[in-house]
C-alpha cells in the first residue's frame, strides 16, 4: 500500500506541476518586452536676452518632453550648437530649433548635409529671423531662400496677440485633425521678404485669417496690421521641415514685474497641430 500510495501522490502532484508550468506559461506570453520608442528627436536652443524668448523655451521643453512620454518617442535638448555634427545628429530622426539657428559655418553645413540627406526639422519663430543689420544678419542663403523660402523679416506685430488662423491645406497630414480655423495663443507675428505663395516649392499650411485685421495693439502704428497675406507655418516639399512662426510669449516688460502674461501651448488645436507635424516629418 505504501508504494501504491507513493506512485498516486507522485502522479498527482506530477500533474499539479504542470498545471502550474501551463499558468506560468500561459501569462507570461501575454507580456510583451517594452517597446522601443518609434523615433529620437533633438531641441536645439540659445534661450538668452529675450525673455519671451525664455520663456517660450521653458514651456516647450517641459511640453514636448510629456507628449514625448506618452506617445513613444525621445525628446532631448542641447544648447550646444557643436552638437550639430554628422556623428551626434546620426543618432536624431528630427532636429528642431527652438529660438535660433546656428552661426558657424561647420554648424550650417552639417545642419544643411543633414537636411539633404533625409533629415527632418521643425522650427519656432525666432529659429526664421534674420536682418541686416542686427546680432542675427541675412548672411545664410541657403537657409532663408532656399529651405525656409521666406527670405528675411521685415516686421511683427505688437504686442502679442490671439489670432484667428485659417488651414490651408486641408488634406496635409499635419492639419486633418484640425478645424477650418481656429484661434491661437498669444503670439508675436512676423512678415517676411519673399511672398511665400508665388513659390512652387512651398506649401502653406497655416494663415492669418483676415478677420483677424487689425492685428496687434502698438502703440507704434507700423506694429498693428490692417490688412495683407501672412503664413505662419509651411513647409518645403523638397524637405522634411515645418516651420512655425508660434513661439513668443507675452511679458510684463512695461511695468518691470517681467511675469507671463500668456504662454503658447495651452491651445488644444495648437498643441495639435504641432505634434501632428512632428509624427508626419517622423513618418509615423
Given amino acids: 500500500m505504501q508504494n501504491l500510495d507513493s506512485r498516486a501522490s507522485s502522479g498527482y502532484y506530477g500533474r499539479i506541476f504542470y498545471i502550474l508550468l501551463s499558468i506560468i506559461l500561459s501569462v507570461n506570453s501575454s507580456f510583451k518586452p517594452e517597446?522601443?520608442?518609434?523615433?529620437?528627436?533633438?531641441?536645439?536652443?540659445?534661450?538668452?536676452?529675450?525673455?519671451?524668448?525664455?520663456?517660450?523655451?521653458?514651456?516647450?521643453?517641459?511640453?514636448?518632453?510629456?507628449?514625448?512620454?506618452?506617445?513613444?518617442?525621445?525628446?532631448?535638448?542641447?544648447?550646444?550648437?557643436?552638437?550639430?555634427?554628422?556623428?551626434?545628429?546620426?543618432?536624431?530622426?528630427?532636429?528642431?530649433?527652438?529660438?535660433?539657428?546656428?552661426?558657424?559655418?561647420?554648424?550650417?553645413?552639417?545642419?544643411?548635409?543633414?537636411?539633404?540627406?533625409?533629415?527632418?526639422?521643425?522650427?519656432?519663430?525666432?529659429?526664421?529671423?534674420?536682418?541686416?543689420?542686427?546680432?542675427?544678419?541675412?548672411?545664410?542663403?541657403?537657409?532663408?531662400?532656399?529651405?525656409?523660402?521666406?527670405?528675411?523679416?521685415?516686421?511683427?506685430?505688437?504686442?502679442?496677440?490671439?489670432?484667428?488662423?485659417?488651414?490651408?491645406?486641408?488634406?496635409?497630414?499635419?492639419?486633418?485633425?484640425?478645424?477650418?480655423?481656429?484661434?491661437?495663443?498669444?503670439?508675436?507675428?512676423?512678415k517676411w521678404e519673399n511672398d511665400l505663395r508665388m513659390d512652387k516649392d512651398i506649401e502653406i499650411l497655416l494663415s492669418v485669417d483676415p478677420s483677424s485685421f487689425p492685428l496687434g495693439t502698438g502703440p507704434k502704428k507700423h506694429e498693428i496690421w490692417h490688412d495683407g497675406y501672412y503664413p505662419v507655418a509651411w513647409t518645403n516639399r523638397n524637405y522634411k521641415m515645418v516651420y512655425i512662426n508660434m513661439g513668443h510669449n507675452d511679458i510684463d516688460y512695461e511695468t518691470g514685474t517681467n511675469r507671463e502674461l500668456s504662454f503658447t501651448f495651452t491651445n488644444k488645436f495648437q498643441n495639435r497641430f504641432v505634434l501632428d507635424c512632428l509624427f508626419w516629418l517622423s513618418g509615423r
Fill in 35 to 190: 517597446k522601443e520608442s518609434d523615433f529620437k528627436v533633438i531641441a536645439f536652443y540659445s534661450a538668452r536676452n529675450d525673455k519671451a524668448h525664455i520663456s517660450f523655451v521653458k514651456e516647450a521643453k517641459s511640453w514636448f518632453s510629456g507628449v514625448a512620454a506618452n506617445n513613444g518617442f525621445v525628446f532631448d535638448t542641447t544648447r550646444n550648437w557643436n552638437d550639430l555634427n554628422p556623428e551626434f545628429l546620426s543618432g536624431y530622426r528630427i532636429v528642431i530649433f527652438l529660438d535660433s539657428r546656428p552661426e558657424s559655418t561647420e554648424q550650417r553645413e552639417a545642419f544643411r548635409e543633414y537636411m539633404e540627406k533625409g533629415g527632418a526639422w521643425m522650427g519656432f519663430h525666432f529659429a526664421a529671423f534674420a536682418l541686416t543689420p542686427s546680432a542675427i544678419p541675412d548672411n545664410w542663403e541657403w537657409y532663408q531662400d532656399q529651405f525656409l523660402g521666406c527670405g528675411a523679416y521685415t516686421g511683427n506685430t505688437w504686442r502679442p496677440t490671439s489670432a484667428l488662423l485659417r488651414v490651408e491645406h486641408r488634406k496635409h497630414p499635419a492639419t486633418k485633425k484640425l478645424p477650418q480655423k481656429f484661434i491661437s495663443s498669444p503670439n508675436e507675428w512676423y
